[in-house]
Structures are given as C-alpha cells and as structure tokens.
C-alpha cells in the first residue's frame, strides 16, 4: 500500500513570494490533515479535512495561508505571502476516517520549507 | 486547552540497554489518547504505541511499553533491548476522543525528545 506523498521535498523562497505545496493521501482516506513542524517543536496543526470539507482550520493563519481539498483526495496548501518565520516543515497526514481511538494518522515525509 | 510536555531534549543508550522517555500532559477531560510517535530522520513519522485513557492496562507493542499514571498525568516510554534503528525523535501526543470534539480530530504535540543509541 503506497503511504502519504508530498512534494516537493524541499522549497527555498524569498520572503514575500508564494509557495505550494501538494499532498497525496492514502487511498481510501477520507480524512487528511496538515500540520506545521518548526524546528525544535512538535508538530501543530493548520487544518483538517473530511473529504473536501475543512473540519478545523482555527490555527490557520488565513492571512497568509490557505488550503483546498477540491475532489476529496489531494490536497493543496499555498502560503502568499511567505514571511520567515514560516521557514518549517509542512507535514501531510491521512486517516481513514476522523475521531476514533483505532483511527491512525498516517504522515508523509513532509516539505521543508526555508524562507530567506 | 490541553499541552503535552516532554522535559528531555536528548537522550542517549547503549545498545541492548533500557530507556525511558518521559511525558507529562495537562487536559481537564477524563477520556482521550495518548501516542507515541517516532520521527527518524528525513523520513515520515509512525506511530509506535498507543494508549486510551480508561484503560488501565499499560500498553505493549513488542520491545515498547509504556507507563501510564492517569492521576500523575504522565505517559512514559520504555524501550527495551535498544537498537540503533531506534534511534530517532519521540514525540508524545494527545488526542481527545470524537464524542467531544465533534469530528475533530487533531493531534497535540510535545516538544520531542531525541534519542541517539550507541554501540
């Protein structure tokens, strides 16, 4: 069974400029899952979505960032415009459904991002 | 809200030998998840064990157990027989059930806790 996918693996901007990045889920999973890791914490999550409704976005900063799930498999989240202190990784995760103690999160290798 | 606490930046083992990483939490619900999550470098994050609050039973996944102490709040690993695949970042993680979050389900992380093992 292929896991998460993301790409790309790493991105190197300029502040202000815009950023993508995509993520593949695992097949068959109807929840996907975005988080953010800077360096020397742990991972925190931007948003959450069932299919391709946002379930949690309350730690997104909707300034700057946004996030679409248009068919209910891949995913896209976009920052315009990068400012330095998004320089992290942006982690990818699925599950097959939401909630529930047996309900893993699978996680992608993520994207590191480095804004200069 | 709730916050995860791991007070131990670094640890080291020797090979074949015990360690134990510690976590503390701080939640006001009775019921929810706990996690340990492994981190190896440059590659994706797994789950390595699981534990839901209103079991007593400590869980066991193989060489992993933990130590869950619900009135202390804390959640230790042990990791027994250490390996050098062992060696990665640990997190812990906090998840609250569905029945009280609606269908949220997001993941609360500690700061992590590096683990390096020597021969």
């Known amino acids: 069974e292929a896991g998460v996918a993301q790409s790309p693996r790493y991105k190197i901007i300029e502040k202000r400029q815009s950023v993508a990045f995509w993520c593949n889920p695992i097949?068959?999973?109807?929840?996907l899952y975005w988080y953010q890791q800077i360096l020397g914490q742990g991972p925190k999550l931007l948003i959450q979505?069932?299919?391709?409704?946002?379930?949690?976005d309350s730690q997104l900063p909707k300034d700057r960032f946004s996030a679409e799930r248009l068919k209910g498999v891949d995913s896209t989240l976009k920052i315009q415009p990068a400012k330095l202190e998004d320089s992290a990784v942006y982690l990818c995760?699925?599950?097959?459904?939401?909630?529930?103690?047996?309900?893993?999160?699978?996680f992608g290798p993520g994207t590191r991002l480095t804004v200069l | 809200a709730q916050t995860v606490t791991q007070s131990q930046p670094e640890m080291s083992v020797q090979e074949a030998e015990t360690v134990t990483l510690s976590c503390t939490y701080d939640?006001?619900?009775?019921?929810?998840?706990l996690f340990w999550y492994k981190q190896p470098p440059s590659r994706q994050m797994i789950l390595v064990i699981r534990q839901e609050a209103y079991k007593q039973q400590n869980a066991t996944e193989n060489r992993f157990s933990v130590n869950f102490q619900k009135a202390a709040k804390s959640f230790s690993l042990k990791i027994s027989d250490s390996q050098l695949g062992d060696a990665a970042m640990y997190f812990c993680a906090y998840r609250s059930p569905s029945h009280l979050t609606g269908t949220a389900s997001k993941l609360t992380f500690g700061t992590g806790t590096r683990l390096q093992v020597t021969l």
């Open positions: 939640t006001s619900e009775s019921d929810y998840y």
């Open positions: 995760a699925s599950s097959f459904t939401q909630g529930g103690y047996y309900n893993e999160q699978f």
């Open positions: 097949s068959g999973h109807a929840t």
């Open positions: 979505f069932q299919n391709n409704g946002v379930v949690d």
